[in-house]
């Protein structure tokens, strides 16, 4: 306990989360110690009426300490009162308890309730250690139902009095995860948990002694800090009177977006707040700039210029809009790569305007990353070619996967524009090229947006994509079609646009001469929970990041809140939800919502419109929203760790927020994570690291030959087609593909008659799971909903019997699931715990494909077969992080194969870890994201990532892994990536020993053996580790050094890594040369 941190919680206001702000509290002017040093050198001289507060807290103390040794007791005030007012022999006010709020207001919940939330478990359950089979549904189902969404009854609300200083938490030695179920508190442990109780209300008493300015009377003034903890019931619209003097008043009715204050007073604010300790780990500010316009030459024709300006009041055009335009028009390919990328769509439609005009049979194509953002730029599209006299009459369509087969030939015969995708033009429109000769013959522009959205195995299908139909243009005489693009800030634009297309003259556009309000980032660690206690860890950084968000939304600043993975994102909403009901700001509420992948198109669309309308005051969202779905102007983005994509994801997110002449602000939350630690001590990095190339894979055989095969029947290839697929492609066409008399090279039988269908140029689409909500099945009216649909590979951890489902932050119990008709039924359900399966993914290779020296070492890599053995076995229910129960489940196991590659570490090396005390998990562990973090193509490859739950767990694990570096495809998604890694294995190896060797970060970063993708955090981890294998695996000495660890540290319990046993190999397989 900080007593530097709590003097500024003495007297705090509850508006301290979102209320408003509050007068500047007293500080003291004496600097104390710690908790000794405050209680023996200046405790005060205690007035008598805090010897009365004191006696109403430890009845309080005595009362809830008992309550809470009863699990499934609901702490409501009125129960509370009773006991404490027969201990006391007099009433209990609310205004009292409001005082004990304003001393300790992180440790004394007072709040109304949502009532549903306090349902807890069934009653059987009372005072049972025993672990249940399978939930039981009957003490839900009618609770489910009347609670079902369109019956809750948002005024339901009750007073509760807890205290948070979680008392029930159990932390175990190394990861700080509570496994085991907590034990009942004993006596004892009782009765020390008040006496620290009652020592914390010494504490914060003396302080505000301590702390209040000698004019001014303490008990006045923790009376008046009091009033703003009286809590107000949320169904009560109307704002007491009382509060209406108080600053708290300020900030009822949320400012409307105009009148927000600015972002520079909001941070001022913030850090006035009771509950700031210092969490702002770094600022940096980028200034407002001006915009700059430029003249077009030849300039704009009367009636272009005259459609930019009804539809969208645009008179000038932007410095960088300017250079891409005047670019194309002198025939070049152009690539527009800028932070913002405002006023992208001009870039695209202004020459196709122009086009059109010089030539009304020209045509177009428009591709866009989401079918949304498709749909919103096409509509702008139409509304522009309708003020443009002349082109009033050019067909614009949507041309994919949806459009009906009926209107196919209409559009294909007519449309002058379309906005489609690359999976239509591969399988679609290349394959009849008969039947879009029109089209392609006229084809004049290709725009494509976001460009850095395709890299990886997707990018280099791609490539292939835009080759073939670069060729097919040029077969029906089209040499002149022009290639514009935009993207996010990338390292090398043009080199990227270079792969993307297979086109030379490519103008870069980088200067962004829009015009852009001021914008604060700040990079947010959260605090110690107990800065005299630093190892129970940091305050949560979902706690900080929600608090944050309502924070800036009570004062009408529009936030976007981005987390990690759809699960965060949902119990990021379930958090405010309760906090703003129990603030009574359901005002608020009614304008947050969750945006996230899983949820129905119609559902998305519909949270689109209503945040572009402004509606919205908050979106908590995954990266479904990182990409330019337009959803209007945003003040603020917070982002909830980093994020999975890197750096440039992070860029991208933190770009969403602000535009033109508004300030805006972004806020990087940090997880306790150690990517994210690391960036909270290198913060530059975020801003001036540059991110690293987007890689396309040209050469790779397995991609070429398939697209040889579908070019092949387009049209059947010659050596001189060598120009569009470079020269790899002879050898294939020789070997792969049919020759012909005179030299032509078609396709192989096996692949006719559609080739394309042999390619999936997204992978595989995975089979998907209906998730139904069937609260109101039976009741009048009342049908099954589906409210999403769930891949089968998330399907497995989300939607098991029993598991909690939360969906826009609402929770649901899953009552059943089917895998046969690939249906989990739900019921709505409120819920105060959530689910986390217990699981494990077993990657085993089955068997040797190729085996390959690795250069100067005795060791060998194998590529083969894998097989991926996922079950959830069970799992845990969570309440406040801890575990208050563990279920068993019979879920069928899930298995599937795949291809990868994997290196086995020598014996001795093991057993010289082993001996030297180092844990070969971590070491496995790092040394993989080490050798991945080289491979340029690794987003397309995965590793077995190791669990701290289980390498760190108490007891021994009866799953054994064998030593071995392994990666594999996912499954469905074989690109020839692995093969790839298997024949660079020896670069890759090098690569990754000498970043290991030479960065020097103390322990690990994501340059050298941490990955922001990793699936568990990179909490186990070793650099030294790392280092051992590396080096091991390439034959070159160890050095003693690295060793240097205490012997013994490692209990049998950690041992969970065995000798890996040798694979059965292929028929004929011989060892390639390094
Ligand atoms: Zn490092
Ligand atoms: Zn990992």
Request: glycine share 6%; charged share 25%; with cysteine.
């Amino acid at each position: 306990m900080s007593t530097n941190s709590r003097k500024r919680k003495g007297v705090a206001s509850p508006s301290d989360a979102a209320g408003g702000p509050t007068a500047k509290k007293p500080r003291a002017t004496k600097q104390t110690k710690g908790k000794k040093a405050a209680q023996e050198e200046c405790a005060p001289v205690w007035p008598e009426y805090f010897n009365s507060v004191f006696k109403v807290f430890k009845a309080l103390n005595t009362v809830l300490a008992f309550c809470s040794s009863r699990k499934n007791f609901a702490i409501t005030f009125p129960v509370v009162r009773t006991s404490v007012e027969s201990l006391l022999h007099e009433p209990l006010e609310l205004a009292k308890v409001a005082e004990l709020k304003a001393l300790l207001p992180e440790i004394v919940k007072f709040a109304y309730t949502p009532r549903v939330e306090l349902r807890i478990h069934s009653d059987q359950q009372v005072g049972q250690n025993r672990r249940e089979r399978s939930p039981d549904f009957s003490a839900f189902r009618t609770a489910g139902a009347s609670s079902s969404r369109n019956d809750v009854d948002e005024d339901e609300h009750v007073l509760v009095l807890e205290f948070l200083d979680n008392a029930r938490v159990t932390k175990s030695s190394n990861t700080g995860f509570a496994y085991a179920l907590p034990p009942a508190l004993t006596p004892a442990a009782t009765k020390k948990l008040v006496e620290r109780r009652n020592n914390r209300f010494v504490e914060a008493v003396n302080e505000l002694l301590n702390a209040a300015p000698a004019e001014e009377d303490p008990v006045a003034l923790l009376q008046s800090a009091a009033r703003d903890h009286i809590p107000v019931h949320p169904g009560c619209k109307d704002i007491p009177e009382a509060s209406e003097a108080d600053l708290k008043g300020k900030y009822r009715a949320v400012p409307e977006p105009e009148e927000r204050p600015a972002i520079t007073a909001v941070i001022e604010e913030i850090e006035q707040q009771a509950c700031y300790q210092e969490q702002i780990a770094y600022k940096r500010v980028f200034e407002a700039r001006e915009g700059q316009s430029a003249i077009l030459d030849p300039p704009l024709s009367g009636s272009v210029a005259q459609a930019l300006c009804h539809s969208r009041k645009i008179t000038s055009l932007y410095t960088h809009q300017v250079a891409a335009i005047n670019a194309l028009s002198q025939g070049k390919n152009v690539i527009v790569s800028t932070s913002t990328a405002s006023g992208k769509s001009v870039i695209y439609q202004v020459p196709l305007l122009q086009f059109l005009e010089a030539d009304p049979q020209s045509t177009a194509i428009f591709i866009y990353p989401t079918k949304a953002l498709a749909q919103d730029q096409r509509a702008a599209l139409e509304q522009l070619l309708c003020s443009c006299p002349g082109l009033e009459h050019v067909k614009v369509a949507t041309y994919d996967g949806d459009t009906p087969q009926d209107l196919r030939a209409g559009i294909r015969e007519t449309a002058s524009v379309i906005f489609t995708n690359f999976d239509m033009i591969h399988a679609s429109i290349l394959p009849h090229e008969d039947t879009w000769r029109r089209f392609l013959k006229n084809l004049k522009i290709v725009a494509v947006d976001e460009l850095h959205y395709y890299y990886g195995i997707f990018g280099s299908h791609v490539a292939q994509v835009t080759r073939r139909l670069r060729r097919v243009c040029a077969a029906v005489g089209n040499r002149r079609t022009r290639f514009v693009s935009c993207s996010a800030t990338i390292s090398k634009p043009a080199q990227h646009m270079r792969n993307i297309f297979g086109i030379e003259n490519i103008e870069e556009v980088t200067e962004d001469g829009a015009p852009s309000g001021r914008k604060d980032f700040l990079v947010w660690n959260p605090p110690l929970k107990d800065p005299m206690d630093p190892s129970l860890g940091r305050v949560h950084s979902m706690t900080e990041a929600t608090r944050l968000m309502r924070f800036l939304m009570a004062r009408g600043v529009r936030v976007i809140l981005f987390c990690k993975i759809r699960k965060s994102c949902e119990l990021a909403m379930k958090t405010l939800r309760q906090e703003l009901s129990a603030d009574g700001r359901l005002d608020i509420l009614d304008r947050v919502m969750s945006y996230r992948g899983g949820y129905s198109q119609e559902d998305r669309r519909r949270i689109e419109r209503e945040a572009f309308s402004g509606n919205l005051l908050g979106i908590v969202a995954t990266n479904a929203l990182e990409l330019g779905v337009d959803i209007g102007v945003l003040d603020a983005v917070i982002m909830l760790g980093f994020p999975m994509g890197g750096l440039a994801s992070f860029r991208q997110q933190a770009g969403r927020a602000g535009r033109r002449a508004r300030d805006a602000l972004a806020v990087f939350v940090a997880d306790a994570l150690p990517v994210d630690q690391h960036y909270i001590h290198n913060p530059e990095e975020l801003f001036d690291r540059s991110t690293s190339d987007l890689m396309v894979d040209l050469d790779g055989k397995v991609i070429l030959e398939a697209h040889l095969q579908c070019a092949a029947h387009e049209m059947p290839l010659t050596e001189e087609d060598e120009k569009y697929f470079g020269p790899n492609m002879r050898e294939i066409c020789e070997t792969k593909l049919e020759k012909d008399r005179e030299g032509w090279y078609h396709t192989h039988p096996r692949y006719l008659p559609y080739p394309a269908k042999h390619v999936s140029i997204r992978g595989i689409e995975e089979e998907k799971y209906s998730v139904v909500d069937v609260s109101r099945v039976g009741k009048p009216g009342g049908i099954a909903q589906v409210i999403e649909e769930i891949e089968l590979s998330r399907a497995l951890f989300e939607i098991y019997e029993g598991a909690v489902f939360i969906h826009q932050g609402l929770t649901f119990l899953v009552q059943e699931v089917s895998h046969d008709t690939k249906m989990a039924k739900l019921v709505r359900s409120d819920v105060n715990w959530i689910t986390e399966p217990r699981d494990f993914t077993n990657v085993d290779a089955l068997q040797t494909y190729r085996i390959r020296e690795i250069k100067g070492s005795p060791h060998r890599a194998f590529y083969g077969r894998i097989e991926l053995f996922t079950l959830v076995y069970g799992y845990f229910k969570l309440r406040n992080k801890a575990i208050i129960d563990a279920v068993d489940l019979d879920t069928p196991p899930w298995q599937r194969e795949t291809t990868g590659m994997w290196l086995d570490i020598p014996k001795p090396v093991l057993d010289l870890m082993k001996d030297s005390g180092m844990n070969p998990a971590e070491a496995i562990h790092s040394a993989q994201h080490a050798f991945l973090n080289r491979f340029p193509l690794a987003v397309d490859l995965r590793t077995e990532c190791k669990v701290p739950e289980k390498e760190y767990k108490a007891s021994t694990s009866q799953r054994k892994r064998p030593a071995r570096l392994i990666f594999y495809e996912p499954s469905g998604k074989s690109g020839g990536v692995a093969v790839k890694a298997f024949d660079h294995v020896n670069d890759i190896l090098r690569d990754a020993h000498e970043r290991v060797e030479t960065c020097d970060c103390e322990e690990g970063c994501t340059a050298c053996v941490d990955s922001p993708s990793c699936k568990e955090g990179n909490l186990v981890s070793s650099k030294p580790g790392a280092l051992i294998i590396l080096k091991a695996l390439l034959g070159l000495p160890i050095d003693v050094d690295l060793l240097q660890q205490e012997p013994g540290m490692v209990s049998d319990a950690f041992d969970t890594v065995v000798e890996a046993t040798s694979v059965r190999v292929a028929e004929g397989v011989e060892v390639e040369c390094a």
